[in-house]
Every structure is written in structure tokens, then in C-alpha cells.
């Protein structure tokens, strides 16, 4: 009928959407063709194997190595991203320059760029004759092939989301409370510690859990420059690989499991702490 109103409701009270019924049966049919089903097949591929079985694939000394480096890698790409990520972030935001446009394009490049590409070129330039690699070559600091190289993978594949997560909170950021902490008495150092980190702390959290995540779980840009040698710069995904290679699909699904469970328990925590604090910051 012409000149009717037709209301519909949302979580507060108006539907915004209608055709509830279809809208959540395709967002279920889709989380489950490609999230919880695919999940759920690693757990029951890696139950083929007995728990003897399972215990001695994922226990063996050249996958608990694997884990080493690629955890541990992951943890020191993610520290430095979310550091020099702030540092992006604060100047893209705060500041106006020639070229910010370019440089605010360039940070989602490793978003586009082929994973694969970005590890060749990654590898040439950190070689021992590398652009690079051989000005570190001439005082005995050797980074392609070693653990360094490593980190220097997922610190350029994890570096856009720790950005991407603060530079929105930054422009929000009421700057009233930075003047009001400045005109009465505090330092730019207080005034950081105490009024601006506090705020951006959640986001910079999920930054760094979404970039540690990803370095966890590169292969195509860290696989080139690890070099691969084995108990040194093996990470975990190269030996998930091996062991499809080698049709071992219950080995590789064991291995890709233990990876799993122990990811989920790192995100859990961090989102943990990120909701204490967004609590705490409110209060």
C-alpha cells in the first residue's frame, strides 16, 4: 500500500535486512562449507593414526623444531610489526607530507603482492650478494638462510594488518584529552603512556595477534629465504608439505593439528586480554 511504513528489525529493535531465515541459513551453509568443515577434516585425517602414532609424528625432533622456529619466529615478527606498525600508523595519521597517499597504497602491497614473488625478491635482496644481504656479508652477519631472514618474511607479510587495525582507532582518537593531559603539566611521554596507549592497546593487540597468525602460517614468502635446513630454519608448514609430498596425509594432518590447537590457545588469550582491557579502559 502506498504512503505504509514498513519497519523491520535489527538487534536493537528495526530490522534492517529482512528475510531473516534465509540471510543466517546461507551465513551458516558458509561458515561450514569453509571454516568448520575443513577444520573438522584435519581432526578426523589426523585420527586415522593411533595415539602412539600421533604422539611420535608430532613429538619427533625434526617437528618440535619446526614448531621452535616457526613460533618463535612468528612471536619476534609480530613484536617488531607491532611496534614500527604504531610507528606507520601514528605518521599516516598525525602527519601530512608529500607522497602520504603513495606511502598509505604501499603498506597493503603485501596484501596483493604473490607470496611467492615476495620470497624470491626477499631472498635476492638479503643474500650474501644482495643488495642488502651484502653490506650485513662484509661484518660477518649472514640473514638469508638463517632464522633472521625468517622474521624478516613475516615482519613484510604481517606488517598491513597491525596498521590497518590502529591507523582507524588513531583517526578517532579525541585529541581534547592529549590537550587537556599537555595544559596541565604533562610530558609528551606521559601523555602517550597514560592517555593515548591505553586506547590504542586493543587494537594494537589484534593487530599483533592477525600478524603473528599470519607468520605462523606463511609459506610461499618465508620458504625461500629460510633455506630450509634441517633443526635450523625448517618451519612447520615446510614439513606439513614434505609430508604430502610424501602421501603421508595423517602425518601431515597430525602435525597441521598440534599447529592448530596451540594457535587457538595463543588467539583465545590475546582476545582475552584484549576484552579485559577494553573493560578496563571503560572503567
Known amino acids: 500500500m502506498e504512503g505504509q511504513i514498513v519497519k523491520v528489525k ?26 568448520l568443515i575443513p577444520l573438522a577434516s584435519v581432526f578426523v585425517s589426523a585420527g586415522r593414526l593411533g595415539f602412539g602414532e600421533f604422539v611420535d609424528v608430532v ?15 612468528a612471536f619476534l615478527a609480530a613484536v617488531v610489526n607491532a611496534v614500527f606498525g604504531l610507528l606507520l600508523a601514528w605518521v599516516l595519521v598525525r602527519y ?18 604473490p607470496t611467492a614473488v615476495a620470497g624470491i625478491s626477499l631472498t635476492y635482496l638479503y643474500s650474501d650478494k644482495g643488495w642488502i644481504g651484502a653490506v650485513f656479508d662484509k661484518v660477518g652477519i649472514k640473514i638469508a638462510y638463517t632464522r633472521a631472514g625468517i622474521v624478516i618474511a613475516m615482519v613484510f ?24 593531559a599537555l595544559m596541565l603539566g604533562a610530558d609528551r611521554i606521559y601523555i602517550f603512556r597514560r592517555v593515548i596507549l591505553p586506547e590504542l592497546f586493543p587494537a594494537l593487540l589484534a593487530g599483533f595477534g592477525l600478524a603473528f597468525a599470519r607468520g605462523l602460517g606463511e609459506y610461499g614468502s618465508v620458504v625461500f629465504i629460510a633455506g630450509n635446513i634441517p633443526y635450523e630454519t625448517q ?6 608439505m614434505a609430508k ?3 602421501y603421508k596425509y595423517a602425518d601431515a ?29 571503560k572503567e
Open 59 to 73: 613429538t619427533s625432533r625434526q617437528v618440535v623444531s619446526g614448531y621452535i622456529v616457526s613460533f618463535s619466529c
Open 235 to 240: 618451519i612447520a608448514p615446510l614439513l606439513i
Open 244 to 246: 604430502l609430498e610424501q
Open 157 to 180: 607479510v604481517g606488517i598491513p594488518f597491525v596498521v590497518r587495525t590502529v591507523q582507524p582507532v588513531l583517526e578517532k582518537l579525541d585529541r581534547q584529552y592529549e590537550e587537556a
Open 10 to 35: 535489527n538487534k536493537r529493535g528495526v530490522r534492517v535486512i529482512p528475510g531473516f531465515g534465509l540471510s543466517m541459513g546461507v551465513t551458516i551453509t558458509m561458515l561450514g562449507m569453509f571454516v
Open 96 to 113: 601530512d607530507f608529500p607522497g602520504k597517499r603513495f606511502m598509505d597504497g604501499v603498506i597493503e602491497l603485501p596484501f596483493a603482492l
Open 253 to 281: 594432518t597430525a602435525i597441521a593439528l598440534v599447529l592448530l590447537i596451540i594457535s587457538f590457545m595463543l588467539m583465545l588469550l590475546i582476545n582475552s586480554v584484549q576484552i579485559y582491557m577494553q573493560r578496563f579502559c
